[in-house]
């Protein structure tokens, strides 16, 4: 089975903190993301890797940086944390293979953010 | 750009009933994949089905079944004898090929409640 872990379920930081949430998958997946989810808004895409290194901005990138050092793993990183970045933060990952587009997503369990 | 609506944010049935949830999308290519996840309450959201857009026969899988017709551009979900467990939020998504294959547009979502 597929298995995609962050590194907390629940995270409790102050404003102006850098935050780190990660996220590592088991299964080799070339392509992974990072969403955010609010309610009424569904789940937003900050950023995705499509590989080592390689980065995308997503839909809502502003106050957000990644990193992908290594294929399995891949941060997301608040540089200085706001309360409108309280939020539930899910990584995902994906395998590009032939299908690309074609292959589902596997989530992780979800990070919720909480910025006081 | 692609988009895709969930109109219904909430509905409450009762256990047995059976329920449809709604999903309407927008694309302008040929070529695209859609995909219903569950997210129970536990946070993580779960692949249910996937579809691509020259495949237009429904599927059925247990108490699920799937709708997709392309002259409408809706994927329907129906879930028949509903039960406690199926109390979810559920999200319609699509994922596009050529430049837009790393993104998966979500739907707001819809929120089941099945009552005992």
């Known amino acids: 089975d597929v298995k995609v872990t962050q590194s907390s379920r629940y995270l409790v930081k102050r404003t102006g903190e850098k935050v780190f949430l990660e996220c590592v998958q088991d299964?080799?997946?070339?392509?992974m993301f990072w969403y955010r989810q609010d309610p009424g808004l569904g789940l937003r895409l900050i950023y995705f890797?499509?590989?080592?290194?390689?980065?995308e901005k997503g839909d809502i990138p502003e106050g957000y940086s990644v990193s992908r050092e290594k294929k399995e793993r891949f941060s997301l990183i608040l540089e200085s944390a706001s309360t409108n970045q309280t939020s539930m933060y899910l990584c995902?990952?994906?395998?590009?293979?032939?299908?690309?587009?074609?292959?589902?997503?596997?989530f992780g369990p979800g990070t919720r953010l909480t910025v006081l | 750009a692609q988009k895709v609506t969930q109109a219904q944010t909430e509905i409450s049935v009762v256990e047995k009933e059976d329920v449809t949830l709604d999903c309407v999308y927008e694309?302008?290519?040929?070529?695209?994949?859609l995909f219903w996840y569950k997210q129970p309450p536990s946070g993580e959201l779960v692949f249910l089905i996937r579809?691509?857009?020259?495949?237009?026969q429904n599927e059925i899988s247990g108490r699920y079944s799937w709708n997709f017709q392309k002259s409408t551009s809706s994927f329907n979900f129906t879930i028949t004898a509903s039960q406690v467990v199926d109390s979810a939020v559920y999200f319609c998504?699509?994922?596009?090929?050529?430049?837009?294959?790393?993104?998966?547009?979500f739907g707001k979502g819809t929120k089941l409640s099945v009552i005992p």
């Open positions: 579809r691509n857009s020259f495949d237009e």
């Open positions: 998504a699509l994922s596009e090929t050529g430049a837009g294959s790393y993104q998966l547009t």
């Open positions: 694309t302008r290519d040929t070529t695209y994949y």
């Open positions: 995902a990952s994906r395998p590009q293979m032939a299908g690309g587009p074609y292959n589902e997503q596997f």
């Open positions: 299964m080799d997946h070339e392509n």
């Open positions: 890797s499509y590989d080592v290194k390689m980065k």
